[in-house]
């Protein structure tokens, strides 16, 4: 009775649901691809610039003894040790007591350092020649 039918099929049904899998299985890779397409090569990754003014600002509110530069900025920590940014190349890297080479952002064209009231302001050129700002105050010292 079903044997002349022309309807949907066993075969068939796998073979929709393996087209589908094919196609659900490279989505990750074309959302990837087009992501990486958003941002120039040469440009901060907006998630990198976020963690390092975070970083930045977790820092400079329990620093203390400031000594800001164009380039660079040190200052005490709470340990007593003096910590440093400054520009590397084209990176912006972090030193303890004048050692180390953690690097913070990459892709860096140029930074500055400006002292504000109550802190310091931090402009940032990437190689793609956007500019990123960001300021940080500094509450040692502060009374409550």
Known sequence: MYSKSEGYTFPNMLLSLLVFILIAAAFPLFLSFSLKLTVPA????PFEWHLAVKQLQREFAEGRDFVI?????????????TVSYQ???SLIRRQVDGKGHEV????????????????????VNSLARKEYTASFR?????GI
């Open 42 to 45: 040469k440009d901060l990754r």
């Open 69 to 81: 530069k164009p380039q660079e900025i040190s200052f005490k920590n709470t340990n007593g040790q």
């Open 87 to 89: 520009k590397y190349a």
């Open 104 to 123: 913070i952002l990459q892709n860096i064209y140029s930074i500055s350092f400006l002292e504000v009231r109550g802190g310091t302001m931090l402009t």
């Open 138 to 142: 500094s509450f040692a010292g502060v």
